[in-house]
């Protein structure tokens, strides 16, 4: 680990913002920065000692052909999955370069954690499905609506009648919830002696007693 240990080449390790990490070509890993701490939560030490908690086993494969691959000289690049210390998966992307000494061979992996660049298909399709009802909706409400001149009901796009406020739930996100107004009030039990008692107690409002 001629390079490593250099002062200069392992400062320089040591200060990049990337996470590197080393393997020698036995396909052990011999180098972790503290860039790994700031953005997957593993100090170097807890990576060093226990690596799978930081690759998914489903990962593994892609991980060692990169490695093979690098191993015979060729750089790579790839895109795969990683988990950071809280037990998340993030997409990361893995350049791998081969660094060779008078004795040794080492294998330099820089990861970077990214972000998807195309959500995955079935949440594109849940997507498009949403904005698609969401136009239905408004291409319903933007036409003219039949209404009962005397019940109030709406006619739907289907021939049926029903109450307006079933259709606006329907067909919107509006939640209704009922009363009574005052008007309404006067017209059903104006003529009882208990509502008349209550209006004197309570005083003439304009809102509704109910």
Request: hydrophobic share 35%.
């Amino acid at each position: 680990m001629d390079l490593i240990r250099n002062s200069n080449f392992n400062d320089l390790l040591e200060a990049l913002p990337d996470p590197i990490l080393i393997y020698n070509n036995h396909g052990n890993p011999i180098f972790v920065n503290p860039a790994f701490k700031l953005v997957y939560g593993f100090t170097p030490e807890e990576l060093m000692n226990n690596l799978s908690k930081f690759e998914p086993v489903q990962e593994k494969q892609k991980t060692m052909d990169a490695w093979k691959r690098t191993l015979n000289g060729e750089k790579t690049i790839f895109e795969t999955l990683r988990n950071n210390k809280e037990g998340d998966l993030l997409n990361t992307q893995i350049n791998t370069t081969i660094i060779k000494g008078n004795n040794h061979v080492e294998i330099l992996f820089i990861l970077k954690n990214i972000m998807p660049i195309q959500p995955p298909e079935k949440e594109k399709d849940i997507l498009i499905a949403k904005l698609n009802s969401t136009l239905s909706n408004l291409k319903t409400l933007s036409c003219f609506l039949p209404i009962c001149s005397h019940c109030k009901k709406i006619r739907d796009e289907n021939g049926f009648w029903d109450f307006i406020e079933h259709y606006l739930e329907k067909h919107t996100s509006i939640k209704f919830s009922h009363g009574i107004c005052p008007d309404c009030t006067e017209s059903l039990y104006g003529h009882e002696d208990w509502y008349h008692n209550l209006k004197k107690k309570q005083g003439h409002k304009q809102n509704s007693l109910f």
